[in-house]
Each structure stands twice: as structure tokens, then as C-alpha cells.
């Protein structure tokens, strides 16, 4: 599995990111195996390089659009023996280029160049765009300069284009090839070091240390909630990692999920998952956590950031384990054991009405607290 967040930081992808916004005005973006968006677009104040793009994700179903996008270009791909493909956006005349990410014949995920269009575009078919936009919800003056800023890219262009996306799938490649061996390199000492301070890749030999490994023992037994309180830092995912693999739930999926990082309009999504037909761009059923869990942990890193509606949902699962996708009518039972982490006072921001009383005792049914750096 590629380590995106890493590969997000790459000085070489940056600089072919650079390069293809300069020279044809389009994004970069990177989705997994399963067609879900692993570059930083998707994230709280990230700055866009195309103004299209920009404008696009302004929008309520901005991220619908781009993820059906995603989806069908892909499916395209996966099906297809090309390695690079120019395919259609859902937006009328708006091109993709996707190249496949593959290592010793396994697919690992697809990198995109959106969006730009084609120089035989006419002045009419630019028109569709923007109508296209505005029916989306956009300002009519933010739709046409959406529009005048998109790059008009000849045959050679876009053969050019496709070359340059290929080769940051191959830098991608390389950079997975060279982290495995890394990581190998690194397990091999790390198996050198004594087992009298580690317990599941923690390293702390103090006694309040040594007082959570036991802690840990303890609780991965049961199904309980389990509350992680910690500076930013101090390992609360590796906890929770430790807890899941120590409980009767470790051949089943852990899913993690950072509440800070998410748009508060797609947390529910990203949760629960969506029908087809619920919203713009949902052009079939996509399952949401609480269903690929199943029967195994959720860590819901950074809990205090996750918005009162979305509270009540949670308390919903907790209380009932059933859960409601969005554009559903009836329930869903689920299965999973929440583990939670907090880096801020919920009692402070249970008294200021910011975090619901009844989901934090649901959540700190046991409560683990790290030691500081």
C-alpha cells in the first residue's frame, strides 16, 4: 500500500505538479485502489492552482462532482489495457488524463491531470460549460471566468500532457519501490531493539509508560469505548492501533479518520456513505466507514472538532449500532468498537455548548491518557 501522505511531501511530485500547472493549467490529484482521493484537495483551506478547479470546489457538491469524476475515469482505466487514458469529465467538454499506478502487476491507484478542454472547443460549447456550472449552483461570473482560465490544448499538448502525467505514476512507483525497502531496512533494526521497552512499535520506558501498556492489556478485551487523551504527538493512533490489535477484533478491518481534516459537508459522506441518486455527482452507492469496519475498530482521531450534527449521528451508532447513509430511508446495523482521541478539554467545551454531554460519557467509557513529550 503507497504511504500518500509521504508522497504528498515528495520534492519531485511537487515539481512535476508545478510544471503541469504551468505549462497546461491543470491539478494533479491521486486516488488509492478503492477510487478514493489521496492528495490534499479534498482538505480544509487547501489552495487549488486552477482557477476551474477552485471554482468547482466552491460549490455544495463540489466534491460529489470531482468523486464521481474519479470514480468513472477509473473504472474506465482498471478495465482498460492502456496505461494512460484521455476520458471525459461529467462536465460537458472537460477532459481528464488519468495514468495507472501499478507495482509487480498490482494496481495501486491512479493519478489525474483536470481539468483543461480541447483547442477545436467552440465559442457554443463553452457556452454548455458555463451553463453546465451555473446549474450547479455557480455565480454566472465565476462560472465564465472558471472558463477563460482553462487551458485550449492541441493534439501534440495533450500527447505531451499524457507523457508527463505517466511519469509521475512511474516517480510514484519508484517512491513506493524505495519506502518498502526502507521499511524493511527499518523493521530489521527495530527487531534488534529489546522488547523490555516496546509494546506495538511504542518506545517508553518511563513508569506512566509502561502503567498505558498495561492499561492497553487490559482494555483490548472488551468492546468498550475508549477515550485517548493525549498533546498532539504523544502516539494516541498508536494506541489505538495497539488496542485493536490486541482485541478479539484484529482480523477485522481499523479504519482511521482525522474529524479535523474533513469539510464539515462531507464528514457524513466519508461516515456513512451515500446512495446513488442522494446528490449531484452520486452516480452509484458508495459505502461509508461505519460499513467497510464492520466487526472490526474506528478511531476517531481529533473527536472534539467534529460538528453537533454530526455528534448526534455518532451518538446514534453508539447507542443503537445503526447508522443512516445519506439519500437512505432505512437504517443499517454496524459493529464497531469507537476508539476516540482528543487533544482538547471536552469538559470545557461540554460547558460552552460546543460537545455533547451524553457523547462524551458514551465515548470516555474507559479513558486512557498519554504523557506529554
Known amino acids: 500500500m503507497i504511504n500518500w501522505n509521504e508522497l504528498n511531501g515528495l520534492h519531485v511530485i511537487s515539481k512535476l505538479e508545478e510544471i503541469l500547472n504551468k505549462w497546461f493549467g491543470v491539478e494533479v490529484l491521486f486516488a488509492d485502489a478503492h477510487y478514493k482521493i489521496r492528495s490534499g484537495h479534498m482538505e480544509k483551506d487547501f489552495t487549488h492552482r486552477n482557477h476551474f478547479f477552485k471554482v468547482q470546489m466552491a460549490l455544495k457538491s463540489g466534491y460529489e462532482m470531482i468523486t464521481a469524476d474519479i470514480e468513472s475515469v477509473s473504472d474506465q482505466l482498471v478495465s482498460n489495457k492502456d496505461q494512460v487514458m484521455v476520458c471525459n469529465s461529467m462536465f460537458p467538454h472537460?477532459?481528464?488524463?488519468?495514468?495507472?499506478?501499478?507495482?509487480?502487476?498490482?494496481?495501486?491507484?491512479?493519478?489525474?491531470?483536470?481539468?483543461?478542454?480541447?483547442?477545436?472547443?467552440?465559442?457554443?460549447?463553452?457556452?454548455?460549460?458555463?451553463?453546465?456550472?451555473?446549474?450547479?449552483?455557480?455565480?454566472?461570473?465565476?462560472?465564465?471566468a472558471a472558463v477563460k482560465h482553462l487551458k485550449m490544448l492541441n493534439d501534440q499538448d495533450v500527447e505531451y500532457l499524457q507523457e508527463l502525467v505517466d511519469l509521475v505514476g512511474d516517480e510514484v512507483e519508484t517512491f513506493h519501490s524505495e519506502i518498502s525497502k526502507r521499511e524493511e531496512r527499518i523493521h530489521a533494526l527495530s527487531s534488534e531493539l529489546g522488547e523490555k521497552f516496546r509494546y506495538h512499535n511504542m518506545i517508553g520506558k518511563s513508569k506512566m509508560m509502561q502503567k498505558v501498556y498495561n492499561l492497553i492489556e487490559r482494555v483490548a478485551p472488551s468492546d468498550s469505548s475508549v477515550l485517548i487523551q493525549g498533546e498532539n504527538g504523544t502516539g494516541k493512533e498508536?494506541?489505538?492501533?495497539?488496542?485493536?490489535?490486541?482485541?478479539?477484533?484484529?482480523?477485522?478491518?481499523?479504519?482511521?479518520?482525522?474529524?479535523?481534516?474533513?469539510?464539515?459537508?462531507?464528514?457524513?459522506?466519508?461516515?456513512?456513505?451515500?446512495?446513488?441518486?442522494?446528490?449531484?455527482?452520486?452516480?452509484?452507492?458508495?459505502?461509508?466507514?461505519?460499513?467497510?469496519?464492520?466487526?472490526?475498530?474506528?478511531?476517531?482521531?481529533?473527536?472534539?472538532?467534529?460538528?453537533?450534527?454530526?455528534?448526534?449521528?455518532?451518538?446514534?451508532?453508539?447507542?443503537?449500532?445503526?447508522?443512516?447513509?445519506?439519500?437512505?430511508?432505512?437504517?443499517?446495523?454496524?459493529?464497531?468498537?469507537?476508539?476516540?482521541?482528543?487533544?482538547?478539554?471536552?469538559?470545557?467545551?461540554?460547558?460552552?455548548?460546543?460537545?455533547?454531554?451524553?457523547?462524551?460519557?458514551?465515548?470516555?467509557?474507559?479513558?486512557?491518557?498519554?504523557?506529554?513529550?
Open 238 to 373: 498508536l494506541v489505538a492501533r495497539a488496542i485493536h490489535s490486541h482485541s478479539n477484533r484484529k482480523d477485522y478491518p481499523f479504519h482511521a479518520i482525522n474529524a479535523s481534516a474533513i469539510p464539515d459537508n462531507l464528514i457524513e459522506s466519508e461516515l456513512f456513505g451515500h446512495m446513488k441518486g442522494s446528490f449531484t455527482g452520486a452516480h452509484r452507492d458508495k459505502p461509508g466507514i461505519f460499513e467497510t469496519a464492520n466487526g472490526g475498530t474506528l478511531f476517531l482521531d481529533e473527536i472534539g472538532d467534529t460538528p453537533l450534527t454530526m455528534q448526534v449521528k455518532l451518538l446514534r451508532v453508539l447507542q443503537e449500532g445503526t447508522y443512516l447513509p445519506v439519500g437512505a430511508e432505512a437504517p443499517r446495523k454496524t459493529d464497531v468498537r469507537i476508539l476516540a482521541a482528543t487533544n482538547k478539554d471536552l469538559k470545557a467545551m461540554m460547558a460552552r455548548g460546543d460537545f455533547r454531554e451524553d457523547l462524551y460519557y458514551r465515548v470516555n467509557v474507559i479513558n486512557i491518557n498519554l504523557p506529554s513529550l
Open 94 to 144: 472537460i477532459k481528464i488524463i488519468a495514468s495507472k499506478i501499478e507495482v509487480s502487476g498490482e494496481f495501486l491507484g491512479t493519478v489525474f491531470a483536470y481539468p483543461f478542454i480541447l483547442d477545436s472547443t467552440t465559442e457554443a460549447e463553452k457556452s454548455e460549460i458555463i451553463d453546465y456550472f451555473v446549474s450547479q449552483g455557480a455565480v454566472h461570473e465565476d462560472a465564465v
